[in-house]
């Protein structure tokens, strides 16, 4: 399925060289005291109908406790985005780094808990052995590719956080509620890869 990612890397190279307007973030909201760079790998299955790998976090953990994330992690000393999001995934997913096909590392995202996030696209193989660490992923499924990028598909919700209305965008998938952070990079991304404008299929 080198398909997808030929596609994938040329629509992203699209977007990327070109203005796509205001994406989403939560930098007004962030915690300027407690600030880490970290990095995230959106891992999509070279499969028909692509899929993206998607966690959920245990309820036991201290930042974001419960959601739906993509494997990823803070930086360590010395890494760049890239090397962490390597390396999360095989830590978390026991995803091999040889068997990841990278795209690019997208728009980054300033969270409101002081996290400054570097999504990065890449391509897996559809039949790869997942094997989640119990410490880091309560459990894990796909999601299609299309209903990420799907605009339809994502419901508008507003919040009062830290004094101010923060909107957000969250989405149910077979039981999983994406939302929060997860929903603003899928979101970005779907403006700068326009996948469903070129869809052929």
């Known amino acids: 399925m080198s398909g997808i990612f030929d596609r994938l890397k040329q629509l992203f190279d699209h977007g990327h060289a070109r203005d796509v307007g205001e994406l989403m973030s939560d930098a007004r909201f962030a915690d300027l005291d407690r600030t880490a760079d970290a990095a995230v790998l959106i891992a999509v299955t070279e499969r028909a109908n692509p899929t993206v790998l998607l966690t959920q976090r245990p309820r036991t953990m201290r930042d974001h406790p419960g959601q739906v994330a993509f494997p990823g992690g803070k930086l360590d000393d010395g890494e760049d985005a890239v090397e962490a999001a390597l390396r999360e995934a095989w830590e978390e997913l026991a995803i091999p780094r040889e068997h990841v096909r990278l795209i690019g590392t997208t728009d980054r995202y300033q969270t409101g808990t002081g996290f400054d996030i570097t999504p990065v696209l890449a391509t897996v193989p559809h039949d790869l052995p997942i094997r989640p660490d119990p410490r880091e992923v309560e459990s894990w499924f ?3 590719l299309d209903k990420l990028m799907d605009a339809s ?3 508008r919700n507003e919040v009062f956080w830290k004094g101010a209305m923060r909107e957000y965008l969250e989405m149910d998938h077979e ?4 939302w929060g952070v997860t929903a603003a990079i899928c979101w970005n991304l ?5 996948w469903l404008d070129r869809h052929d299929g």
């Open 175 to 178: 039981g999983y509620r994406i």
């Open 142 to 144: 796909e999601c299609p």
């Open 153 to 155: 598909q994502w419901e």
């Open 190 to 194: 779907s403006r700068r890869i326009a």
